[in-house]
């Protein structure tokens, strides 16, 4: 019931929306930059509620962080926010036009998407993130977060309908659904009706749970088990510097490394060894590693998001076993080769099946922001619509704009 | 089991085919062409099974035609896979490509989709057509075609196979479904490990069910309620023309026009309705509408698709009014407004929610030749990844390759 009604008012919303001007959207998102630290303690008196019940529920301090929000992560958001309007304004946009030989003029211009639903977890950043991305673009936004947010959520969306009603955006682009039981979760996926896309954020289950039950289309971004590959003819200290970047600098993330496999024949194994346990990594490696520490790998390892400080460490005998490898294992997010072989490098960049393959690099620069986009919609691990980072045009469609004096077909 | 068997290898053979180089596509494909006139006896009496079945099932006659094969057609089929070989491959075309601050070098390039999937009604050619454009994309296809055209199916497949055999390409590229059962069917809506999309060809019924049941990602195509707008300045002559064309210059197809909408101070309605009843045409007019013929018009023929000689009529008191009804019973197609008032052309243009739209001229261009793209695959009524008349590119997806000497994340 909850999620007819605030379809029916995001899809009216959505109508408005799209006829916005860039000025109009940019007003509205400092309007919210605003209006959020104005009312920052509401917003973070009903914070303080969601986590004093996280604590009473045995949360865990990284749950509990990652829901806390405090007067600088509030400036954050007001800073991204103002960010944002510094950015182009994809709607519009002419991607292509051409004339037909019987004068029809065609002309392929973005468009917005119409009404975008979010299912994500207990982040309340994602609330403001979501909603201002959407409200960029031209779009509706329905949101759906954790139970365990849901005062701060309600509390967000209040303070940017407080904002939007001085704005010329329609308050109603912005739906939060209340209700935050598993029915309405699954009511949404089945919202064709109302939703254009459907995009979850957070962990690779609730990823899968959208994809294998949504009927309106997914964006789906995250799950990352990504690989660097030392070739035999790679630089030693270049390749151990990749290979501890991409697993230690950051571990939790989805462009974090998660198995590395080294050629047989390079010479770096054992420097590369000590330098992950110097680090503190947990290696489960192959029969071809050898080490005190070495845990022996198992089939699942291969297959295994660790998201923290352990890797799987694989030996292969040429970068062909090594894309086989990838390609079986991997889940198409990002993969690095280390390599002076240039014939090698070609065959890894085009043979691996993945959003983003990189040459001498670390794979932790798969982000939006890394590759000059300015803001992020997710990074997306599907072959349709957007691939890789999603920067703001992944949140617009196209449309086809004909113009004739009467043409008529034969 | 045959879905997992012939998913496997049809995965396999993808990996293969994205390697392929165009001049190796293109060669297959002239063999195809070739080997379908070769053995065109065989296909041809393979036919005759399906139709002698048809008409014992008393299958209609238009059902009975679309299925039919014969010479000519497969002259049809043949010369269209040389058209094909003439064609852009859009695989390997760079996008764009750009250099980061940190000296890493970005470039994103067109490759494959991986394996598609393809479920359709009683065509045969589908079959050929829907293998070819894979093929050219260097994708792998998955086929699940009806069972009243099966022995049509199996014997066009069995002769892809032989061209193919001759080729560089893996003969595995292209996977019949032999089991026609319903659940073969269904278990393709949920085959998300080995399809990468699903692309739904025949009428609506079959269309709504592959939406609303598959989880794997659907190329949206077809259904189209169409509507032509006659503004208050519109050319009577020109509206007319317009108006007839693209209602019965064919009607049964999706770009046809199903609804007309008059400005009530348009002052060509009478010629209209004459024009129409002219061509046969039956009218469901609102209450705006006179004339002996005509039929009142019920709710629910504004949102009849009827593919037919018939037509629903109303009178609107302005564009806007011509556009919140376009928005509200429209299929997002085709929509087109014949007007000489630029504020109402702007208007609609912007406001209309659709694939493609027109001023001055017929819906019935919305078609990939038309738009001179060579090939079409359908035409999407959805908004991700295509929309409007899909060419080649549709059946690829992008990657991001980054080339560095060394870059770490800081």
């Given at each position: 019931m909850e999620l007819i009604q605030k379809g029916d008012k995001a899809r009216i919303a959505a109508g408005k929306m799209a006829k916005m001007s860039t000025d109009q959207k940019n007003q509205a998102l400092a309007l919210i930059a605003k209006q959020l630290m104005a009312e920052k303690h509401f917003i973070l008196a009903e914070n303080e509620k969601d986590l004093a019940a996280g604590?009473?529920?045995r949360m865990n301090e990284s749950l509990l962080d990652r829901l806390r929000l405090n007067e600088a992560r509030l400036q954050d958001m007001a800073d991204a926010l103002i960010q944002l309007t510094h950015l182009d304004d994809p709607v519009g946009e002419v991607l292509s036009s051409w004339e037909r030989p019987n004068g029809l003029a065609i002309t392929q211009v973005r468009v917005p998407l119409g009404v975008v639903g979010m299912i994500y977890e207990a982040r309340p950043?994602?609330?403001?993130?979501?909603?201002?991305?959407?409200l960029k673009t031209g779009n509706a936004v329905m949101l759906r977060g954790s139970s365990t947010a849901i005062h701060s959520n309600k509390a967000i969306v209040k303070v940017i309908h407080h904002a939007l009603e001085k704005s010329d955006l329609p308050s109603d682009a912005v739906q939060l659904?209340?209700?935050?039981?598993?029915?309405?979760?699954?009511?949404?996926?089945?919202?064709?009706?109302?939703?254009?896309?459907?995009?979850?954020?957070?962990?690779?289950?609730?990823?899968?749970?959208?994809?294998?039950?949504?009927?309106?289309?997914?964006l789906e971004t995250g799950a990352g088990n990504c690989h660097v590959y030392i070739d035999e003819s790679a630089d030693k200290e270049m390749a151990i510097n990749i290979a501890i970047n991409a697993k230690t600098q950051r571990p939790s993330v989805c462009n974090a490394?998660?198995?590395?496999?080294?050629?047989?024949?390079?010479?770096?194994?054992?420097?590369?060894?000590l330098a992950l346990e110097e680090k503190g990594v947990t290696i489960h490696g192959d029969e071809g590693v050898c080490g005190e520490k070495i845990i022996p790998a198992v089939e699942e390892d291969?297959?295994?998001e660790y998201l923290g400080l352990e890797v799987a460490l694989k030996v292969a005998e040429s970068v062909d076993e090594a894309i086989v490898h990838i390609n079986r294992y991997g889940t198409?997010?990002?993969?690095?080769?280390?390599?002076?072989?240039?014939?090698?490098?070609?065959?890894?960049l085009n043979e691996v099946d993945a959003a983003a393959v990189y040459h001498n690099a670390s794979t932790r620069f798969t982000d939006g922001f890394e590759f000059g986009f300015g803001a992020e919609i997710g990074i997306s691990t599907?072959?349709?619509?957007?691939?890789?980072?999603?920067?703001?045009?992944?949140?617009?469609?196209?449309?086809?704009?004909?113009?004739?004096?009467?043409?008529?077909?034969?």
């Open positions: 604590k009473n529920n950043n994602v609330t403001v993130d979501a909603s201002s991305l959407c659904i209340e209700d935050t039981s598993r029915e309405t979760a699954s009511g949404m996926f089945k919202l064709n009706e109302y939703l254009d896309v459907l995009i979850p954020r957070g962990g690779a289950k609730l990823i899968k749970t959208v994809v294998e039950n949504s009927t309106v289309p997914v490394c998660e198995t590395i496999i080294v050629h047989r024949e390079w010479g770096g194994l054992n420097d590369l060894v291969w297959a295994t198409k997010h990002s993969e690095a080769i280390v390599s002076s072989n240039p014939d090698n490098v070609e065959k890894f599907q072959k349709l619509h957007a691939r890789g980072p999603m920067g703001l045009p992944a949140l617009t469609s196209t449309k086809y704009i004909l113009k004739g004096d009467g043409q008529i077909k034969k």
